[in-house]
């Protein structure tokens, strides 16, 4: 059984930094990694991937370039910086283990609201 | 990245059978099918029911089941209960690295 847990999430002005990390207690450290937001009332959306080592990593067009996702295999953390937000990227963001191609386990998710 | 395309809504009474629909699923991958489908109640994180088109995992129940015929993946939940009552969404790859959700369905049980 895998358990994670987000955090770093809350109200931030359009333009400004968070960093949200995803800390595991379980087996993490072969599979991908996974970010994925929903925005209020809206469906799910995902948002980055990040491979086994943390070298290759992977981004929805619309935040490629502000967002950067790391792990910390040692610690079995992950980690979301989000630089240069939106008010469209207001939503809770989840981390989910990445098991071929399907979510098997997530977190509880973190809230970012940014205000414009 | 686009998205998968699902119906907005399903319903059935308790007892009955409902089945929700994905369209946009991608191809096989080393011999496999990414197709996933995930649970979400209000308020909660989404759950993982199905994955590789038709596999549960363990203690999902197997009123739930899943298919999937060309392009199009479905879900359906058999003998409904009260607590099927969610959102649920389908999930496929998308390009090389990437995946790409459903707009989801809201089932509701009558």
């Known amino acids: 059984e895998v358990q994670l847990v987000e955090s770093g999430g809350g109200l931030v002005q359009s333009g400004g930094s968070l960093r949200l990390s995803c800390v595991a207690s379980?087996?993490?450290?072969?599979?991908?990694m996974t970010w994925i937001r929903q925005a209020p009332g809206k469906g799910l959306e995902w948002v980055a991937n990040i491979e086994q080592d943390g070298r290759h990593t992977y981004y929805l067009d619309s935040v490629r370039g502000r967002f950067t996702v790391s792990r910390d295999i040692t610690r079995g953390a992950v980690f979301l910086q989000m630089n240069d937000l939106r008010a469209e990227d207001t939503a809770v963001y989840y981390c989910?283990?990445?098991?071929?191609?399907?979510?098997?386990?997530w977190g509880q998710g973190t809230l970012v609201s940014v205000s414009s | 990245q686009s998205a998968l395309t699902q119906p907005p809504s399903a319903s059935g009474s308790p007892g009955q059978s409902v089945t929700i629909s994905c369209t946009g699923i991608?191809?096989?991958?080393?011999?496999?099918?990414?197709v996933s489908w995930y649970q979400q109640h209000p308020g909660k994180a989404p759950k993982l029911m199905i994955f590789e088109v038709s596999k549960r995992p363990s203690g999902v129940p197997d009123r739930f089941s899943g298919s999937k015929s060309g392009n199009t993946a479905s879900l359906t939940v058999s003998g409904l209960q009260a607590e099927d009552e969610a959102d649920y969404y389908c999930?496929?790859?998308?390009?090389?690295?990437?995946?790409?959700f459903g707009g989801g369905t809201k089932l509701t049980v009558l």
């Open positions: 379980g087996f993490i450290q072969t599979y991908w």
């Open positions: 999930c496929s790859k998308a390009g090389s690295s990437a995946s790409v």
């Open positions: 991608s191809g096989d991958v080393d011999g496999y099918t990414p």
């Open positions: 989910a283990r990445h098991a071929r191609y399907r979510f098997d386990f």
